[in-house]
């Protein structure tokens, strides 16, 4: 079994395994990581077998500030901005790479961008301060399923694949981080998440205008699929079929389902966020026909977690 309390003996160890090109799993603010030393090709080539993910959808480097992020990219004003204001966070920023950084071409799959973010979970921070390299880590699922928001969801995942699974409990904020494109003088949203488009404008002093095809053919995590369960989800649902499981939002919940889930019963988005993906996992236990979602509202989190919402509804 390769979950292990993330003490700082076991975050040390994990290091080493790093160090030495094996893959480990960690928590961070948003969802488990499979992480990986981004500078080494065959470790990160762990990776993309151990998720069967597709070789063109990148990776996102985790740093431990600006200063290393500088390392690796073309730090422009504008995310020197970002940086200074939402990191450490939950916030990627696509920047121009730097040849000469030495991350590996498989991690940001031949492009000349690179995604970094500052992760703030303290086990995500004692992992870089141990290891003193990048970590290229997407999110610990198979490729195209759910997130991972606790140890035991990565280990359902992934099972002995990681050296080892360090576990901090359940991620704070439980949804994927916000990918930010700066690469000319338009900022891009690539993908809604744990930091809310509103909070990005305001510092930003304007609104992000629709994502440009380019980025979205570069941002695979755009695809149409994906953060899916086995049973199929029906939207906006108002009313529950007693086969159907529901996930339901606010006080007013219909009855008669053959399962439910609030993930807020006071109609807080931010609490709602949080549950979203382990509740999607035990709903998908359920043995319904079918997972029945009630309307959630589009702002602050909103819109991430309707994003995902719909990913996961449009079953391959
Ligand atoms: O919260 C998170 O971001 C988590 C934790 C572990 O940090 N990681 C995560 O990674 O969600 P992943 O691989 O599941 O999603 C990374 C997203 C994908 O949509 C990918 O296409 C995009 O970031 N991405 C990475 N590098 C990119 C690049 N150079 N250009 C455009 N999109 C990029
Ligand atoms: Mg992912």
């Not at 699974?165 to 809604?192: F, H, K, M, Q």
């Not at 995590?221 to 529901?246: I, K």
Request: some cysteine; overall charge neutral; proline content about 8%.
């Amino acid at each position: 079994m390769p979950v292990v309390p993330a003490t700082e003996k076991a975050i040390s160890e994990a290091a080493e395994a790093l160090a030495r090109g094996d893959i480990v799993a960690f928590p961070t603010e948003t969802v488990y990581g499979l992480g990986a030393n981004a500078l080494d090709a065959r470790a990160v080539a762990k990776v993309f077998a151990a998720k069967e993910r597709p070789r063109f959808n990148p990776l996102i480097v985790h740093v431990s500030g600006l200063a290393e992020a500088a390392r690796y990219a073309v730090v422009t004003d504008t995310a020197r901005i970002l940086a200074h204001a939402f990191w450490p966070g939950p916030l990627s920023l696509v920047l121009k790479k730097r040849p000469s950084g030495g991350i590996c071409d498989l991690v940001t799959t031949g492009l000349e961008t690179i995604a970094l973010r500052a992760p703030a979970h303290p086990v995500a921070q004692k992992l870089l301060a141990a290891v003193k390299l990048p970590i290229a880590a997407p999110s610990a699922n198979r490729s195209g399923r759910i997130s991972p928001t606790s140890a035991a969801h990565v280990e359902a995942e992934l099972d002995d694949r990681p050296a080892v699974i360090l576990d901090g409990g359940s991620c704070p904020l439980g949804i994927e981080s916000t990918v930010v494109a700066l690469l000319d003088d338009t900022p891009a949203l690539l993908r809604p998440g744990a930091l809310p488009r509103e909070a990005i404008e305001l510092v930003l002093g304007a609104s992000f205008t629709e994502a440009k095809a380019n980025y979205r053919a570069a941002s695979p995590g755009q695809l149409a699929s994906h953060y899916a369960p086995n049973t199929a989800l029906r939207l906006e649902a108002t009313n529950v079929a007693p086969d159907e499981a529901l996930l339901a939002f606010g006080r007013e919940v219909p009855t008669g389902a053959r399962a439910t889930i609030n993930l807020s019963e006071s109609g807080n988005l931010d609490e709602a966020a949080a549950k979203l993906f382990a509740a999607l996992r035990e709903l998908d236990q359920a043995g319904a026909l079918a997972i029945a979602v009630m309307p959630i509202p589009t702002q602050g989190l909103g819109e991430a977690i309707n994003d995902r919402l719909q990913r996961a509804a449009n079953q391959r």
